[in-house]
Nanobody
């Protein structure tokens, strides 16, 4: 049974930074694309970023390009999301996701094999 556990959320002022972490346990997610989604209050869950197993292929939502960076450490079975220049519109619950597909497929949301339970990020103005 694979579990994804997010950490690093919290309250930050507009323009600040946070780094989210997601650790997988239960098995090594060899070959899996890992990524992040978010869901703001009253809105649907949306894609944020994804990274291939090697980390050589990444994909970002237009709204976070240039501000967020996804990375992974396969030795630690973990993926990270460095979030800079945060805005109040970035306030959401951030979910870690894993998919045995591609970054494009994960971005579409059509195949997600594992979800984390989420971590709350609140950006104050």
């Amino acid at each position: 049974q694979v579990q994804l556990v997010e950490s690093g959320g919290g309250l930050v002022q507009s323009g600040g930074s946070l780094r989210l972490s997601c650790a997988a346990s239960g098995r090594t997610l060899s070959g899996y694309v890992m990524g992040w989604f978010r869901q703001a209050p009253g809105k649907e869950r949306e894609f944020v970023a994804a990274a291939s197993w090697s980390g050589g292929s990444t994909n970002y939502a237009d709204s976070v390009k240039g501000r967020f960076t996804i990375s992974r450490d396969n030795a630690k079975n973990s993926v990270y999301l460095q979030m800079n220049s945060l805005r109040p519109a970035d306030t959401a619950v951030y979910y870690c996701a894993a998919s045995l597909s591609s970054t494009d497929v994960l971005k579409s949301g059509n195949r997600v094999d594992y979800w984390g339970k989420g971590t709350l990020v609140t950006v104050s103005s």
